[in-house]
């Protein structure tokens, strides 16, 4: 059993999460807690799923609506998620002509959600969305032919939708403009899943589950999942709501998945936070009473 939490750890130069329930405490006393070298949770969904990288032929990119806002030596993409369906509709149809000259393909896989197709060959390379939106980027470097085309679609892309109508209104409603589509690949689902289902996550875990032909449940504490997403911690700034999703994610969440590692229901319990650390709880680790209780903050990865 997995569990993606990104943002549970607090970021370096934080003091200590004095709110670390007392449950979770005990389990990153008494487990291992590693570093993950993984870049953000879809990286990490789709490994588990069977995606694989492809050097070339045809892939799918997630394509999200996003507003930028340029700096002097980089940008800052954030989701734009409250996109209405004739809006996507005709955001969609105004860049047809760019889509057919990149030859590719766009369509809505859920509310406000696109996916691109097309063939091309070499590594785009850039980051999923939990790991990029929201946080300065630089311009990426075109090495391969699919960083290239699709760096033209993007540019081409943002022109189409500079003045398009749809964000002449959203301006009228002090809504935020959509100026561009954000493009990640979890390569192709070309290996066995580790995982039957899936839970949470929101609409790019389902677009994940949908095509390794996994279980989904939109609910992040559905018990019958071997890989659970909880992704709230991301947009949680507010110290007291932070707390909330602690309590929750202890009380609700990990209570029941170490019930069944004492019962020999799973071999392993983990707690990841990608990019961050991984906590890997044994059955028999938690026989070690004599480790003492360990806080988020204070709990460097190693063994």
């Not at 509709?89 to 509310?111: D, F, H, M, N, Y």
């Not at 996916?115 to 969305?129: I, N, R, S, T, Y």
Request: hydrophobic share 45%.
């Amino acid at each position: 059993m997995e569990i993606l939490v990104p943002g549970l750890w607090p970021r370096p130069g934080d003091g200590p999460d004095e709110a670390t329930p007392a449950l979770l405490a005990k389990m990153l006393g008494r487990g291992a807690v590693l570093p993950s070298a993984a870049v953000g949770w879809e990286d990490v969904a789709a490994a588990r799923m069977g995606f694989k990288p492809s050097p070339s032929g045809r892939r799918r990119w997630l394509a999200v609506p996003v507003s930028l806002t340029a700096g002097m030596t980089d940008v800052v993409a954030q989701a734009v998620d409250d996109l209405g369906p004739e809006d996507t509709a005709a955001l969609r149809e105004s860049i047809g002509p760019e889509l057919e000259a990149a030859g590719a393909s766009l369509r809505e896989t859920s509310p406000g959600l696109f996916e691109l197709v097309l063939d091309a060959d070499g590594d785009w390379g850039m980051p999923p969305p939990s790991a990029a939106l929201g946080r300065p980027l630089s311009s990426p470097r075109l090495e391969s032919p699919i960083a290239q085309r699709l760096q033209v679609l993007g540019n081409a892309v943002q022109m189409a939708w500079f003045n398009h109508p749809v964000n002449e209104e959203r301006a009228g409603r002090g809504r935020a403009p959509v100026q561009g589509l954000w493009f990640w690949s979890p390569g192709i689902p070309d290996g066995t899943p580790e995982v039957r289902r899936i839970a949470g996550g929101g609409a790019t875990a389902a677009w994940l589950a949908q095509a390794a032909g996994v279980a989904w449940s939109a609910d992040p504490l559905d018990r019958q999942a071997e890989l659970a997403v909880l992704d709230a911690f991301l947009r949680a700034e507010d110290p007291g709501r932070r707390d909330q999703l602690l309590t929750s994610l202890s009380g609700d969440l990990l209570a029941p998945c170490l019930a069944r590692l004492r019962e020999g229901g799973t071999e392993e319990l983990r707690v990841h936070d990608p990019g961050t650390a991984l906590l890997r709880l044994r059955r028999s680790d938690w026989s070690r009473f004599w480790r003492r209780q360990k806080t988020l903050a204070a709990t460097a990865p190693g063994p």
